[in-house]
């Protein structure tokens, strides 16, 4: 297993909360990668590929996110997922 | 059955005391987790009471099973008695493609359901739906 850890930020569009369908959109996404991927926000730390821990992130239009990757394909889902982020709605 | 959209995601089946709650949280799931993942609801008794209807459970149970499976969510009570029963009247080969979540029905489709949509397995649908056992809302 590579032990490559990749982080990248992400900002929400201002008027787009990671919620409902947005946030469905982005586990969709992530759950295509092999890589275990963290999303932190607002001093949490969700799964990216549980639909309800990143829910409960709660966050808001405009918020950064981090992104964290690891393992296969890390730099990747990564890379995908940060470009992701802005292009939500 | 194979109708409409069944691509080889795995289905959910919502059974609830109230036909609103069951096809409300069919809206709702379907917004979250797009419109792949087969959904049937089968709330309220007959002839549009609280309560549950067997034979309305059964015929989800039916529609539901496709090759690829489907998770059963309920609510409370005679929900689950409903669906225990249906499973009964159902030839095993169709039993075996269903699994019975043990966990709270909102949350719990909504997690089944995005994974369905990732073309998740019905044993990781069943554990998706489960998980919202424990983890925290806020």
């Known amino acids: 297993m590579p032990s490559s850890e990749t982080e990248r930020r992400a900002i929400l569009p201002d008027e787009v909360p ?3 369908r947005p946030a469905g959109d982005f586990v969709r996404a992530a759950a ?4 275990e991927i963290c999303v932190l926000a607002n001093g949490k730390r969700a799964n990216a590929k549980s639909i309800l821990e990143i829910l409960a992130l709660g966050a808001l239009g405009g918020t950064e996110l981090v992104i964290a990757a690891s393992g296969d394909r890390a730099a990747e889902a990564a890379d995908h997922l940060a470009g992701l982020v802005p292009q939500l709605g | ?3 409409e959209s069944r691509n080889g995601f795995v289905g959910l089946v919502l059974v609830s005391h109230s036909a609103a709650i069951a096809d409300g949280l069919a809206e709702l799931v379907a917004q979250v987790a797009g419109p792949s993942v087969p959904i049937v609801a089968a709330g309220g008794g007959p002839e549009g009471t609280f309560g549950t209807d067997g034979g309305r459970v059964l015929d989800a149970l039916r529609e539901a099973a496709g090759p690829t499976g489907a998770v059963i969510l309920m609510d409370l009570g005679s929900s689950v008695l409903s669906v225990r029963a249906a499973l009964g009247e159902l030839p095993e080969e169709t039993v075996e493609r269903l699994r019975i ?3 709270p029905l909102v949350e719990g489709a909504i997690a089944a359901g995005v994974t369905a949509s990732t073309g998740g397995s019905v044993d990781e649908v069943l554990a998706a739906a489960q998980e ?3 983890v ?3």
């Open chain 2, 136 to 138: 925290a809302k806020f």
């Open chain 2, 132 to 134: 919202a056992r424990t």
């Open chain 1, 32 to 35: 295509q990668f092999p890589a």
């Open chain 2, 101 to 103: 979540a043990d966990a």
């Open chain 1, 18 to 20: 990671l919620h409902a």
């Open chain 2, 1 to 3: 059955m194979d109708r």
